[in-house]
């Protein structure tokens, strides 16, 4: 029993140190390579404590080895989402289908824009419009030089006539 409540008490240190981490990196997605490099860093360094108590305390050498399993587990996962929150807080995206388009909207939140392409076959995409994003209340204005769009309660106003209202869906990272 005492070995499992060790193991519970190094798995939170671990995820407190690892998304504290994560956290201070603010990983974006260009750099989800570097997974191939800090899942081994965290097992290799948890093998090495390990090693080294082998020589001095030998009860903790088995609790290493398994946090080795845990940590780098730990860290697959919060490295991933860590990209997620990167690219949560920089934006948010919506797609509806109309025949056999995809349309894609996607509100960069830094800049307040947005943009809006669509996708015939898998793979391709068309970027065909850019504007202003303005959020007022529960609603988002889509504007451009000649057109306006309403985004309100995930449906999509005014996008090939006044009437129109297309349902949306909200891609979820």
Do not use: C
């Not at 994560?22 to 097992?43: A, E, T």
């Not at 080294?52 to 860290?75: D, P």
């Not at 309660?153 to 006539?161: G, V």
């Amino acid at each position: 029993m005492k070995f499992w409540i060790r193991i519970i008490l190094l798995t939170i240190f671990d995820f407190a140190i690892i998304w504290l981490w994560i956290k201070q990196m603010n990983p974006d997605p260009s750099i989800s390579i570097g997974i191939l490099i800090l899942v081994p860093f965290v097992v290799i360094l948890n093998l090495i404590i390990a090693l080294i108590l082998y020589f001095t305390k030998r009860e903790f050498v088995s609790l290493f080895v398994v946090n080795s399993i845990i940590a780098g587990i730990l860290m697959f996962y919060l490295f991933g989402k860590g990209i997620d929150r990167y690219q949560n807080e920089r934006l948010e995206i919506w797609s509806f289908k109309l025949q056999n388009t995809t349309y894609v909207i996607t509100h960069w939140k830094l800049e307040n824009t947005f943009s809006m392409s669509e996708t015939n076959n898998p793979g391709s995409s068309t970027v065909f419009l850019n504007g202003k994003f303005i959020k007022k209340g529960n609603e988002y204005y889509l504007t451009t030089d000649t057109t306006e769009f309403i985004i309100k309660n995930e449906y999509f106003y005014k996008f090939r006539t006044e009437n129109d209202s297309i349902k949306l869906t909200k891609i979820e990272r």
